[in-house]
């Protein structure tokens, strides 16, 4: 029994949002070369995309850069398509529309290819020491309730039905929202929600290409607290627990 609940801890530890590599869906691109252009750059006007998402693709919350490790590699050949024609705006560190510009689309397909193959370990945002810092951190808790169950009467469906469980993604188009950076997610849901109303030809602030406006339909129903305490619960959720040990098939 002993041995049984240390090799279940190992596994819970060693998780930490990777997947074995036979679960990895068939590459839409050149992970090889999306490795060089993800690490150097192409050119002039293609910096490295380490240096804003970090060398393991992790992201980070000072700069409000996602985690891309081991994401959807065809939600993220969407997002890079949806960059450079204009149908998302990069209203966090403006630069990504004019980056996938500069990208062909073998290019662009590579990229995603490499970092859906990364298989960095994260923990999560640290979010005792946002809070030793001074920002306002929601509470994972409350954030379990909406992303497990939604909030039917207030028109919030359960973030778990598209995102699957802990957020670790259903495959296809529907992107790795658990272990994601804090600041991220929270950012994103507001950019969503401002997207119901105001699209992002008109202020760059809204995020509207969600298929079908699916995430704007439900992120006009949350407050403030409510987005806080979602992202709060989803950066830190693992991908598999000891009760459901399945590996997510991206």
Sequence with gaps: MKRLILISA??????????????????IGNPENGRVIFENGVGDNVPACASCHGAGGLGADDMGTPRLAYQVQKYIWKQLEDFSTDKRMDNTMYQMNDIAKALSEEQRRDVASYVHSLRTPFLGSDLDQMIKDGEEIGTAYKGQILVEHGIPSRGISACMSCHGFHGRSAGNMFPAIGGQRY?????????FRAGHDTPSSEDDASRDNDPQAIMRNIAVHLTDAD?????AFLTST????????????R
């Design 238 to 249: 693992r991908a598999v627990t000891v009760g459901n040990p399945g590996a997510p098939h």
């Design 183 to 191: 600041v991220y997610l929270k950012h994103e849901l507001e950019a």
């Design 227 to 231: 987005i806080a305490n979602v992202a």
């Design 10 to 27: 190992a596994m819970l530890l060693g998780a930490s949002w990777m997947a074995p590599s036979a679960m990895a869906e068939e590459s």
